[in-house]
T-cell receptor
């Protein structure tokens, strides 16, 4: 079974701070996704990274896929209270038609 | 509006009382899947379906059944619920690209919180 470990598990910061969330595995994935989940709702896809070393930006969020396609990071610049939520990475395994989700990082951004 | 609809959203039941959580999507997606979400464990896949009448086990299928008789519906059945099935359940769907490859973008329902006493 492929596993994805996220760190940190919890992060509580002040508005305006920067942060990075990590998603690591010993397995290679054909692509990796990041989802955000708000209380009472299902996860919503933020981005998919496909190529090793790929960097994608979504406003203040920067996503990077590791060169070996085993890990990824999410960097948020100048966090805002609206960024509060549970961030989940998900890997699509080579040859698999299903996703493996990470353990999640719960982010709280206080005004 | 494109959506995945789950029912019920909240349910408290007792051990052994059969229950079904329904899931319906209006996006004509071929792929559907059920996950359970538990603190510290992330989302774990229970069952998935690549198309009508095609289902397969995920990582934690024990105690669950599914069926896919129609493209839009993918119900999750707990024949004899136990307390360790207390969890938050999500149904999700996805489309295939023209190449036939799974697109990978999952659309989730709002979740069904189940408590088994």
């Amino acid at each position: 079974t492929q596993l994805l470990e996220q760190s940190p598990q919890f992060l509580s910061i002040q508005e305006g701070e920067n942060l990075t969330v990590y998603c690591n595995s010993s397995s290679v994935f054909s692509s990796l996704q990041w989802y955000r989940q708000e209380p009472g709702e299902g996860p919503v896809l933020l981005v998919t990274v496909v190529t090793g070393g790929e960097v994608k930006k979504l406003k203040r969020l920067t996503f990077q896929f590791g060169d070996a396609r085993k890990d990824s990071s999410l960097h948020i610049t100048a966090a805002q209270p609206g960024d509060t939520g549970l961030y989940l990475c998900a890997g699509v395994g080579t040859g698999f038609q299903k996703l493996v989700f990470g353990t999640g990082t719960r982010l709280l951004v206080s005004p | 509006e494109a959506q995945v609809t789950q029912n019920p959203r909240y349910l408290i039941t007792v051990t052994g009382k059969k229950l079904t959580v329904t899931c319906s999507q209006n996006m004509n997606h071929e792929y559907m899947s059920w996950y359970r979400q538990d603190p510290g464990l992330g989302l774990r896949q229970i069952y998935y379906s690549m198309n009508v009448e095609v289902t397969d086990k995920g990582d934690v299928p024990e105690g669950y059944k599914v069926s896919r008789k129609e493209k839009r519906n993918f119900p999750l059945i707990l024949e004899s619920p136990s307390p360790n099935q207390t969890s938050l359940y999500f149904c999700a769907s996805s489309s295939r690209r023209p190449s036939g490859i799974f697109s990978g973008e999952l659309f989730f329902g709002e979740g069904s919180r189940l408590t088994v006493l």
